[in-house]
C-alpha cells in the first residue's frame, strides 16, 4: 500500500487566492490615571523599645494623614518594616550604640489636586521621606482596548489599500496574531522630595505650600499582524 506524500499548503497563497500580511500599529497619548508615592518612615533612639514606640508614633502619624483625604486616595499599602542596631566598637568588643526602625509604605491617588498637598504635607513630617509620584494607567483602563481596536482597523485599511493597488479587493481574514499592547512610558528617576531632620522641633512651622505636579502622559502602543486573502488580481 503506497501512501501519497503530503503536500502543505503555500505559506502565502496561491495563484488563485494571493494572501497579504500586513501589521497594524496604534499609538495613544493620554492622560494617567493614578499617581503612586512611597513614603519612608524612620525613628531612632536609644534602646529597641524606644526606637519602637518612636516608629510606631510616626507611623500612626503619616497613616492617619493620608486617610484624611479619603476617596482621593484608592490604595494604601504597607511594605518592609525593619528595626536594626547601629554598632560601634569599644576596644575589642562591640556595643550597641542606637537601634533604627523604618516602616515603608505605598499610597496610590486618583485626585492629583491632592496629591501635591498629601505630598507636601508628608514631606514637612520630620524623619519621614517620599518618593515619586510615578504615573500610570490601571491596567485594565479602556485606553488599552482603544489602542487595540484602533490597531486592527490600521490592519484592514492597509490590507485594503495593498490590494486597490493591484486592482483587486480582500476576501476574507486568514489570521490576525495579537503582539499585545503595553504602557511604555519611561519614568524619570524618582524625586525626593522631603525628608525632615533628626532633631525634634519645639516651634510648630507653617503648613507646607502644596506642590504643584504636573501629570506625566502615558503612551500606549499597540501591534497587530494580520493575514487576508485577495481575488486574483489581474496582472
Known sequence: MTTEPHTPAAPYGTPDAPRVAVRGEARLEVDPEIASISIT????GTDRRTALEDLTRRNT????????????VEKLETGAFSINPELTRKGRAEHIRAYHGRVNLTAELTD??????LTSRLSDLELTRVDGPWWSLRPASPVYGQAR????????VRAREYAEA????????????DDGSENTSSYDHPIAVGYGGGM???VVAEAAPALDLEPQRQT??????ARFTMAPPQL
Open 112 to 117: 492629583f489636586t491632592a496629591l501635591g498637598e
Open 220 to 225: 500606549v502602543h499597540a501591534h497587530v499582524n
Open 166 to 177: 493591484l486592482g483587486t479587493h480582500l476576501v476574507a481574514l486568514l489570521e490576525l496574531a
Open 41 to 44: 518612615v524612620s525613628a531612632r
Open 61 to 72: 502619624a503619616v497613616l492617619d494623614l493620608v486617610k484624611t483625604y479619603g476617596e482621593a
Open 149 to 156: 481596536t484602533q490597531a486592527v482597523r490600521e490592519a484592514v
Open 200 to 202: 525634634t522641633r519645639s
